[in-house]
């Protein structure tokens, strides 16, 4: 069997090089990368084109925000967790040992929810763009009207799943 797909093969392959292997004379009429290239830059310095211009022609939407945003989010928590964890590691002691330290600090309620935000608002937000995406992965969702108005409701679900994780859940109840 692997002697006759091979005779097949290489009888195909002696038939129809110029189906794998581009000709001669093609490759001596088409220019270098390198020409390619030049003559670009050339073309943009002769028009006096910025070297850059997608960060000053791209108008900004809620739709790009949010995107761009939630990748942030993903890097932070991602970040966090890591630092917590080697952190929790290296250190002597539990993780209830510093529960009680923290306790015992009795920092005001400012302080309290500040961090609760901090640890919140990043934790939210992915979970609902996240969640956005599944829609999207089902298939529904994609009109420009429809993702503009998705992002306003990540964004509006993102605030009220904060409120809820700063002020809905106690600690004693976990």
């Excluded at 005779?7 to 093609?26: D, E, F, H, K």
């Excluded at 070297?51 to 790009?64: D, F, G, I, K, R």
């Excluded at 209830?96 to 009795?106: A, G, V």
């Excluded at 998705?150 to 509006?156: E, F, H, K, R, T």
Aim: aromatic share 10%; with cysteine.
């Amino acid at each position: 069997m692997a002697l006759a797909l091979r005779t097949l093969g290489r009888s195909c392959l002696l038939r129809q090089p110029s189906c794998i292997l581009p000709r001669r004379s093609t490759l001596a009429t088409r220019p270098s990368a390198y020409e390619e290239m030049n003559t670009y830059w050339v073309k943009n310095r002769q028009l006096n084109r910025p070297l850059s211009p997608h960060v000053t022609v791209v108008q900004y939407h809620v739709t790009m925000v949010v995107s761009i945003t939630n990748r942030v989010a993903a890097v932070a928590l991602q970040g966090g967790l890591c630092l917590a964890s080697i952190t929790l590691l290296c250190l002597p002691g539990t993780y209830t040992d510093y529960i009680s330290k923290l306790r015992e600090l009795r920092l005001g309620p400012a302080i309290v929810y500040g961090v609760k935000f901090l640890l919140a608002l990043p934790f939210a937000y992915h979970l609902v763009a996240g969640m956005r995406h599944l829609v999207w992965d089902m298939g529904y969702g994609f009109s420009k009207p429809m993702t503009q108005k998705g992002s306003w409701v990540v964004l509006a679900l993102t605030g009220a799943c904060t409120a809820f994780l700063m002020f809905g859940v106690r600690p004693s109840a976990l």
